[in-house]
């Protein structure tokens, strides 16, 4: 326990002595014209007996507290590539919603039946083949992607040119009624008692004395009457018993079956997953 004490207030002067050591000493080799007058007194830099015994040598290891700065970014410096650039080539026959063309900024700008995403993504909105193209008329510097509905077919498409509409249909003149052939009488169905009876609509609508309709619609019996169809053939289902014990097994028996026959599909499903994964 004195030892201990003891050593303490040593190691406190030692580290405050020890500095101001080194520099007396160094002041002593360089200064040679100065008097001795003037200078300190030089103290004895060998240890004394007691302190090589009680006092421990002065070393300072210093441990890292935390990790290194700058290793928190490392990683963000090379980011994964974005995968730009083109994603279907001209002549490519694309569908709508196919992404054509992936960009920061608008390198190239939607043409003809075409598209541009918040991203600057360039998607077709028809069917039809790519086309990488100029249009002088609509920008003189500006590169444009559309989709054209012919194989062999140009963008852009001259501005005197019908439009397409969807369904890559063209406008046409509209014939009329009285320029197109006759049709063909369209035919319904109706249940009687001699039971299904077809017949054309003009030839129904005349039997019944009501109005007459036009080529390409069709006279239908409504759904209740075609419900009511069995009632009045005179067809009647027989009715449940209860106490008809070998109906109610085979039911019970039907559905068993049914069962086990499902079990037997699961299990081979999950037997052909099991196999795919090996």
Aim: hydrophobic content about 30%.
């Amino acid at each position: 326990m004195l030892q201990s004490r003891f050593l303490t207030p040593m190691r406190l002067l030692e580290r405050a002595i020890a500095p101001s050591l080194r520099s007396s000493q160094s002041l002593t080799r360089s200064s040679t014209t100065t008097p001795s007058s003037i200078l300190p007194r030089p103290i004895s830099a060998t240890p004394s007996p007691l302190s090589s015994r009680l006092l421990l040598p002065l070393s300072q290891v210093r441990h890292a507290s935390h990790a290194s700065q700058g290793a928190g970014n490392r990683h963000s410096r090379d980011p994964a590539g974005k995968r730009l650039g083109a994603k279907r080539s001209g002549g490519e026959y694309v569908v709508p919603g196919c992404i054509i063309f992936r960009q920061r900024g608008t390198k190239w700008f939607p043409g003809e039946n075409c598209a541009l995403g918040r991203d600057h993504t360039i998607y077709a909105t028809e069917a039809g083949y790519v086309r990488y193209y100029l249009d002088p008329e609509l920008h003189p510097d500006r590169k444009f992607i559309g989709v054209c509905f012919e194989k062999e077919g140009k963008l852009p498409t001259p501005r005197n040119a019908p439009s397409r509409r969807k369904l890559n249909r063209v406008a046409v003149p509209r014939i009329d009624v009285a320029d197109e052939p006759p049709a063909r009488s369209d035919l319904t169905a109706h249940v009687g008692a001699d039971g299904v009876v077809v017949a054309s609509v003009d030839a129904a609508t005349a039997a019944q004395g009501g109005p007459q309709l036009r080529p390409g619609y069709m006279y239908r019996e409504a759904n209740w009457q075609i419900g009511r169809a069995a009632e009045k053939a005179g067809i009647t289902a027989k009715p449940y018993n209860s106490k008809n014990r070998w109906l109610a097994w085979r039911k019970r028996q039907a559905r068993a079956d049914r069962a086990a026959q499902m079990k037997s599909l699961k299990n081979k499903k999950k037997t052909k997953k099991g196999k795919g994964g090996r």
